[in-house]
């Protein structure tokens, strides 16, 4: 067993999860139940159909779940894509349980067993808790900001919002770069829970986070909306002229660094 095999196992056993690959349409269908369950997609439009789990497994992409007893708690859909890189579609798991910890690791397992050197996928940049899973507990590193990268979407979490994303790339060998030591311009703030546009120059960029955006597009549309083009304009801004996120700080704060400095 190779050592990223024992990390996903132990991340696994932690868990308490078994992870392992889809086998049939029953587990396909509990897939599209977990997912549905979270996103409460509208009629029509999941993330991915059953179909579309079938045709992956058997064209060599990666479908697995992470079992909880005989209940499926997470799951995960990817295909393959070019330059040796597993892209991840969706990955859906119960929060707060260390199951999409374990996911990522038994991914990062099978793509390597086949010969693949990286992981790609998307999430909303204005989601905290993603961006610190993402870059902080893999280790993960945005590459391009994808302003409104899939139209309209109805589903609980993300209606009445737009679907900007930062596509994300998990070098699956060695880690990256740490970011330039302070001190920091301040691209976006936040006060009283709003956005507070700062400069936006210098070899280093904070760019802040709402603490709970999901929550603000329920309860104040308007700050959610300002959220959105803050962050678009200055971290979108900043990724479109060459910058590269290079870390998140404590307070979710993302570091963009000037395409000019090399640590």
Not at 154 to 173: F, P, Q, Y
């Amino acid at each position: 067993m190779t050592a990223e095999w024992r990390a996903a196992r132990e991340a696994a056993d932690r868990a308490g999860v078994t992870v392992r690959e889809l086998r049939g349409m029953g587990e396909f269908r509990q897939a599209y139940q977990l997912f549905d369950d979270i996103w409460h997609f509208s009629p029509g439009d999941p993330p991915v159909p059953v179909e579309l789990m079938v045709t992956f497994t058997h064209a060599g992409g990666y479908v697995a779940g992470a079992f909880q007893g005989g209940e499926l708690a997470g799951a995960s859909v990817g295909f393959r894509a070019e330059d040796r890189t597993l892209h991840s579609h969706v990955t859906g798991a119960r929060i707060g349980r260390g199951i999409g910890y374990a996911l990522k690791l038994h991914q990062r397992a099978w793509c390597l067993d086949r010969g693949l050197d990286r992981i790609s996928w998307t999430f909303d940049p204005l989601v905290r808790r993603n961006a610190r899973f993402n870059l902080v507990k893999l280790g993960a590193r945005p590459v391009a900001y994808l302003e409104g990268f899939y139209g309209a979407l109805d589903d609980a979490i993300n209606r009445g919002d737009e679907s900007d994303r930062l596509m994300t790339v998990w070098e699956l060998a060695g880690t990256p770069a740490a970011p330039p030591d302070p001190p920091y311009a301040v691209g976006v703030a936040v006060r009283d829970e709003r956005p507070v546009a700062g400069r936006a120059d210098g070899p280093a960029v904070l760019v802040a986070t709402p603490r709970d955006i999901e929550t603000l597009r329920r309860e104040d549309p308007a700050v959610g909306k300002a959220w959105r083009l803050a962050v678009r304009e200055v971290l979108g801004g900043l990724m479109a002229r060459g910058g590269r996120v290079a870390g998140l700080t404590g307070d979710g704060s993302y570091i963009v660094v000037d395409r000019r400095f090399r640590p």
